[in-house]
């Protein structure tokens, strides 16, 4: 199997690029220069006039970041307005019953820590699909820098949303929210991330209705559990020749439902 051409994204650089000053040793010739890095800021969450995280983040999507953080860690519903000033990103949103309780910080980034429910999708999609989303997570931002994460949103095997971000999570975070202010069916998308898929990035897909996650790394026995308990097809490991399912393998046309990995049983056959 091999990688498909990624499709076409326009990156937005704005703010999150600086260059800073380094010392270069190159085949034992040691030269002081110049290097691009990263920009990251302190972001502020505000759901309904109240405070309610604070991230480290690229500055920008900053609206995306807001609409989907409040939707995904299931503090609110239905978004009805986002505006951003400065750093404080202000939502208005319909909040769940007692669902205003803390953000707590884990290798996902922040989060609740709270599922909503099992996700409800009737998606499959071809083992093609799986190199295509891999394919699709190259960013100019981690070209440039080598200091960035990237996630990617695909609808009907198309390429609707991209994020890079100095956080994994706040990638994810993005991309979710643009497709919440654009009207885009979650329950019929592909989430494809860099970055490993604990238990509270699993979380954050799952709450947002997104039935199948794709990454270039693996998971955690805790995030495979929580994929499974959540209804979400969860896939890792992708390379060149094959990939590992850890969880719902039936959203995947061809493969054969098994017993999940993290619970003993056999996985199933990973080679395309």
């Not at 502020?44 to 989907?68: F, H």
């Not at 609808?155 to 991309?175: F, P």
């Not at 997104?210 to 979400?232: D, F, H, M, N, Y």
């Amino acid at each position: 199997m091999v990688y498909h051409f990624p499709m076409t994204w326009n990156e937005d650089l704005t703010d999150t690029l600086d260059t800073i000053r380094c010392w270069s040793s190159e085949r034992g010739v040691v030269r002081e220069t110049e290097q691009e890095a990263c920009t990251e800021e302190v972001v502020v969450i505000v759901l309904n006039n109240r405070p309610i995280s604070t991230l480290v983040a690229s500055p920008v999507q900053l609206r995306e970041l807001g609409a989907r953080f409040v939707v995904s860690e299931g503090l609110a519903g239905e978004i009805r307005d986002v505006r951003v000033q400065g750093l404080t990103v202000q939502v208005t949103a319909t909040e769940r019953s007692g669902s205003l309780h803390s953000i707590i910080e884990s290798c996902g980034g922040p989060t609740s820590g709270t599922l909503m429910s099992p996700v409800q999708s009737s998606l499959v999609i071809d083992r093609e699909l799986i190199f295509t989303v891999i394919s699709n997570i190259v960013s100019e931002l981690w070209e440039r820098t080598g200091g960035a994460h990237c996630s990617v949103l695909f609808s009907g095997g198309e390429l609707v949303a991209k994020s890079s971000d100095i956080g994994r999570h706040n990638t994810v975070d993005k991309v979710i929210g643009r497709a919440l202010l654009n009207g885009i069916d979650l329950s019929g998308c592909v989430l494809g991330c860099t970055g490993r898929q604990p238990s509270g990035m699993i979380t954050k897909a799952a709450n947002a209705g997104i039935p199948v996650v794709i990454s270039k790394a693996a998971t955690t026995r805790q995030g495979a559990e929580t994929a499974q308990r959540a209804g979400l097809t969860l896939v890792g490991r992708v390379r060149q020749d094959g990939f590992c399912v850890y969880s719902h393998p039936e959203r995947i046309a061809g493969l054969v439902p098994g017993n999940t990995p993290y619970s003993g049983g056999s996985a199933p056959d990973s080679q395309g």
